[in-house]
């Protein structure tokens, strides 16, 4: 049996499902209470759940993730939320100094088994400060679990399994999905978070992408299947520790790959898996590897000049016939 859904909800569904199953789980976060979150993904939480579960907290990133990882410490599961990437620049020191090193530092005495998600990437003309994809700064980090929510299945399951893993987790959600709606089974369950995924496959190139690339990606794979073009489609969801297994075998099998991201081409994950690609499959290449990443300029505000901004549908159809020279 399937159900459709918004991610919005996929959302909520799983933060609801992670409180029932454990007492020791709390959401914490600005707005997460009484206004139900920024962009409602919280909402009707608080009258579920309690004040001590779902916990509204001052402006300040840096005071309520710290806040989080002491609870962390004390043997909770707090849920932190960071309403958009730009703010997380504030708790950067707790995240990056704290968080990632204390398990290292203590030699393994301690650990720190929060999550923070994070709202993440374009969305609706939020203007430059609020539009990041900063996904590459977090994932150069040892220490952090680095996840990308790519479909509605990952965005309903993939907190459950983030809250038993010891370190932390950083959570990315991408809030120009919220209003977008999908069907999924009703029973579907995610059984592991430390793999990428195969959405489709085929033989003739692999494309590589995670978070908004996903949807586009296997929208563009199916307008290139009409060209007679099969390629199989990728979705990392997992950024650090980086699974270069499954899209290593996928680029033995179709010797070409294209790499699709918002976040800016220089220093990306795309420079990343295309260095892991051109170092361990190089003689299984028939083409250099193609990047398709985010304009190197501050998001635009204008509607137009925002999705010009990131790859779309047709970019990603329009450079996958040019490597492979359909015209």
């Known amino acids: 049996m399937n159900t459709t859904l918004t991610y919005r909800e996929a959302l909520k569904q799983g933060i609801r499902e992670a409180l029932q199953k454990d007492e020791n789980v709390f959401l914490m976060g600005e707005d997460v209470g009484r206004y139900g979150g920024a962009f409602a993904v919280s909402k009707g939480l608080l009258q579920e759940f309690g004040e001590e579960r779902i916990m509204d907290v001052p402006l300040s990133e840096s005071g309520f993730v710290g806040a989080g990882i002491g609870a962390a410490l004390a043997g909770m599961k707090p849920i932190v939320e960071v309403m958009t990437v730009n703010f997380s620049l504030l708790a950067l020191d707790q995240i990056v100094n704290n968080a990632a090193t204390l398990q290292h530092m203590s030699g393994g005495q301690l650990h ?16 430059a400060q609020h539009s990041h994809s900063w996904e590459p700064f977090y994932a150069h980090v040892p220490g952090l679990v680095v996840l990308s929510v790519g479909t509605h299945e990952d965005a309903r399951g993939m907190l459950r399994l983030a809250l038993q893993s010891q370190d932390p987790v950083v959570l990315f959600e991408y809030t120009g999905m919220l209003n977008l709606e999908k069907e999924i089974a009703v029973d579907s369950d995610i059984l592991d978070i430390s793999k990428g995924k195969v959405l489709k496959k085929g033989k003739d190139i692999t494309i590589i992408t995670y978070g908004t690339g996903v949807y586009k990606c296997l929208e563009a794979a199916a307008e290139l299947a009409t060209a007679g073009i099969d390629a199989e489609v990728i979705d990392l969801r997992v950024l650090r520790p980086l699974d270069e297994f499954t899209f290593l075998a996928s680029v033995a099998k179709t010797h070409q790959a294209i790499i699709v991201e918002d976040a800016w081409r220089s220093v990306s994950i795309s420079s990343e898996v295309s260095a892991r690609i051109m170092e361990k499959t190089f003689y299984d290449l028939d083409a250099p590897v193609v990047r398709l990443c985010g304009v190197e300029v501050p998001m635009p505000y204008p509607a137009q000049l925002e999705e010009a901004a990131v790859p779309q549908k047709q970019d990603i159809v329009n450079a996958v016939k040019k490597m492979i020279h359909h015209d």
Do not use: T, W
């Open 112 to 127: 720190v088994p929060l999550v923070i998600r994070m709202g993440c990437g374009i969305s609706k003309q939020l203007g």
